[in-house]
């Protein structure tokens, strides 16, 4: 039992270290030319894009659901009016940005973390070295960068649909006046409440990417190990965005 | 020319090398044989810094590599080619592309060079009708000589050979060892890692013989060929391990 203990401990340590390690080498990579703009391309495509019918179902429905119970509960205390304005605020603030990050660190972390530790495996990141060349530059970097591109976009996506997806069910359920609804909604959201939400999901993106980076090149040798790298990308990312969630809302409270 | 001294490498608890020390002159081919997990490929994989030493010296050219970063060792991986013993293919890359990956990434060739490159070098491989194909679709034999043909194609000092015929039928063995006898004649630096005595005997100046992490039997091949009682000829025979 403390064997275990000692041992999860000692993977911690190994992983924040990794972490560091991987982010050091990324930004000091990123000061030398050439860029590979290829690469971040291709990257963009498999992360954004892709990811666009995934975001857009799980905003729409935490958009539905969300004003369904909230209409619902609220209508004992005769306080439906206030539905638009609690809705979007908590998907702008929160439920836009941190669902989009888990559905994403579900989605593109496994795929990340599976892609290059069977490249270990198979040795092709050793061969991306023996070459000449930087796994960091190949693989690491146009990953992270399109990560932190992609994701505050498609978390930004993430808040409009989600509204939309309250609107609709606000005036079919709910009975609102669609212009009513519309009018609180713009009245109540403020730039603010867009970047706090937002903003984070710049640090998710570096979660996100990097850990699933470590994860997949610390893989030793051995199928098993790659899906067991995989899981626990998906696993350590989603803590670290809920985790970080509260500390960086407090943090985005206080500047 | 590459020297290497003293040399120690481990895993954990377990020790691969012990203090090996041999040289390899300019022009000249080394024969690395010894028994499967004996530590040859991670020699090979040392002496261009995919692993590092824990102590010892490995010289290159007159430099020391052991103590080199990641961007200083990129230098030596242009001038020292290593051919992996399982070919190591981009598997996301058609075969022309990885072939073009090294003349992409570090020469300023046009296009049309690099195509007129690679065709005569598949050509030569016997591969002339794999150009389109992804490596998953290719026999292990035939990635293998990708792996080669992929290793050479910036025209190396030196070239590392992972076991290069093993698995090989005897027609592409030959090629294979024509091949090295080619780049030799052209004064490169080899070192062949292989099981694969005739060729062996065929390519090599000298041939050394790793044992338990040691390295300190090392002879020409008329040496060992004249003498049953060699310690290389027993360990031919499957009589040592
Ligand atoms: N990354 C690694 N981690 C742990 N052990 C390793 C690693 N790489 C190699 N080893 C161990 O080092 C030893 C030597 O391995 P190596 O691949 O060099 O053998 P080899 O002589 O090339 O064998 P073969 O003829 O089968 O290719 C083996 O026991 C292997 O298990
Ligand atoms: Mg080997």
Redesign the pocket.
């Known amino acids: 039992m403390t064997q275990q203990l000692k041992s999860t401990l000692d993977r911690f340590l190994l992983f924040v270290g990794g972490f560091g390690i991987l982010l050091k080498q990324v930004a000091s990579e990123l000061l030398h030319p050439p860029f590979e703009w290829r690469l971040l391309m291709e990257q963009i495509y498999q992360i954004g894009f892709r990811s666009f019918p995934l975001i857009f179902i799980t905003a729409l429905s935490t958009g539905m659901v969300m004003t369904l119970q909230f209409g619902i509960g609220l209508a004992k205390f005769g306080g439906q009016p206030y539905v638009p304005k609690i809705v979007s605020l908590s998907i702008l603030r929160e439920m836009g940005p941190v669902f989009t990050s888990l559905m994403v660190a579900a989605r593109v972390g496994a795929g990340m973390a599976s892609e290059i530790g069977s490249m270990v495996v198979t040795q092709q990141i050793d061969a991306i070295r023996a070459l000449g060349t930087s796994p960091i530059r190949k693989i690491v970097i146009p990953r992270v960068l399109a990560t932190f591109i992609c994701l505050p976009l498609l978390g930004s996506l993430a808040n409009l649909v989600g509204v939309v997806g309250g609107l609709i069910v606000g005036v079919t359920e709910l009975k609102l006046d669609p212009e009513f609804y519309i009018l609180k909604v713009t009245t109540t959201l403020l730039l603010d409440d867009y970047f706090s939400g937002v903003g984070k999901s710049f640090f998710f993106a570096i979660f996100i990417s990097i850990t699933a980076c470590y994860f997949g090149l610390t893989v030793?040798?051995g199928t098993k190990e790659v899906g067991l790298a995989t899981t626990q990308a998906v696993v350590v990312s989603s803590i670290l965005i809920l985790v970080g969630d509260f500390f960086l809302t407090k943090l985005f409270f206080i500047l | 020319m590459i020297e290497v001294r003293r040399f120690k490498k481990r895993?954990?608890s377990?020790e691969?090398h012990r203090g090996v020390s041999f040289h390899v002159e300019q022009g000249e081919c080394l024969g690395l044989i010894?028994?499967?997990?004996?530590?040859?490929?991670?020699?090979?994989?040392s002496l261009i810094g995919l692993?590092k030493a824990d102590s010892g010296s490995i010289v290159i050219e007159g430099q020391d590599i052991t103590q080199m970063t990641e961007r200083e060792l990129i230098g030596i991986r242009k001038k020292v080619a290593y051919a992996f013993?399982g070919g190591a293919l981009f598997d996301s890359m058609t075969v022309f592309d990885n072939l073009a990956y090294p003349l992409r990434e570090h020469t300023d060739l046009k296009e049309s060079d690099i195509k007129k490159k690679i065709r005569d070098l598949l050509f030569e491989f016997g591969l002339a009708d794999s150009e389109n194909l992804f490596p998953g679709s290719l026999s292990g034999g035939m990635q293998k000589r990708v792996g080669l043909a992929r290793a050479i194609i910036l025209n190396p000092d030196t070239i590392l050979y992972?076991?290069p015929t093993a698995g090989l039928d005897p027609f592409n063995t030959r090629k294979i060892s024509e091949m090295i006898l080619r780049l030799k004649a052209k004064k490169k630096t080899g070192i062949l890692?292989t099981?694969d005595m005739p060729v062996a005997f065929e390519v090599c100046d000298r041939i050394a013989l790793?044992v338990h992490g040691n390295l300190d039997i090392i002879a020409k091949p008329k040496e060992i060929q004249q003498d049953a009682l060699h310690p290389i000829s027993i360990f031919a025979h499957g009589d040592i391990t």
Do not use: A, I, T
Not at chain 2, 34 to 45: A, D, E, P, Y
């Open positions: 030793k040798e | 895993f954990g377990k691969v010894g028994g499967s997990g004996s530590g040859k490929s991670v020699l090979l994989r692993e013993q992972d076991e890692v099981h790793l």
